[in-house]
């Protein structure tokens, strides 16, 4: 689900916002201030934020720096050009002079949602379990997970053929040009430690053996 960091002090305009969000299908996450921001952003990395100005704390000028990487849409009631130019240059996607009309911030949500994903770099994914192939970070609900370099190949090609059983014989041959260190009699014991991490950062059991083939990632394919 798509997450949406609102960060507004003023109830009633964030009481609004998160209940239209909600109503779209995505996930709200709220902060009423400038350092409850950071907090917020230490724990979940957003798909977007709505960014007010005027925040008590830290404002969202200050803010805004610490949301590299994320679509901000600012949501001010400054009007004046050189505002507007000046966050647009330190690293806004958007900016919305208040007050603004809902369906054009949610259309201007959808535009920029449509640019990240374009953009955003190669990732496989399964239900909560995300793997990044250019930064090589794997993410279990946004959190991340520590991999070694064998168990990162391992799920990689996992979440490759998801759904279906991938071969002992096609799992070495795959991955040993990168890891040496898994061979037949490792294989196993690799795939048995990517297991239990995955299953302790919240993905279940996604890994299954598959009697006298392999491995498979998911649910099997008809």
Known sequence: MTTIAVIEDDLPIGNLLQEVLEKQGYAVRRAYSGTEAL????????????????LPGLSGEEVLPHL????????????GVEDKVRLL???AADYLTKPFQIPELLARIQVRLRERETARSPVLRWENLELDETSRQVTVGGAPVHL?????????????NQGRAVAKSVILDSIS?????????????????????????????????VWGIGFLLGEPKS
């Not at 994320?70 to 009007?79: C, F, H, Q, R």
């Not at 070694?148 to 490759?160: C, G, H, M, S, V």
């Not at 898994?182 to 995955?198: D, I, P």
């Open 39 to 54: 907090y917020l952003l230490e724990r979940e990395k957003p798909d977007l934020a709505l960014l007010d100005l005027m």
């Open 177 to 209: 040009r990168d890891t040496p260190d898994c061979t037949e009699s490792s294989l196993k014991q690799h795939v048995s430690n990517l297991r239990k991490k995955l299953r302790d950062a919240g993905a279940g059991d996604c890994i299954q053996s």
């Open 148 to 160: 070694t370099r064998t168990e990162y190949a391992l799920l990689k090609l996992l979440l490759q």
């Open 89 to 91: 240059l330190g690293g």
């Open 68 to 79: 590299a990487g994320v679509p901000v849409i600012v949501l001010s009631a400054k009007a």
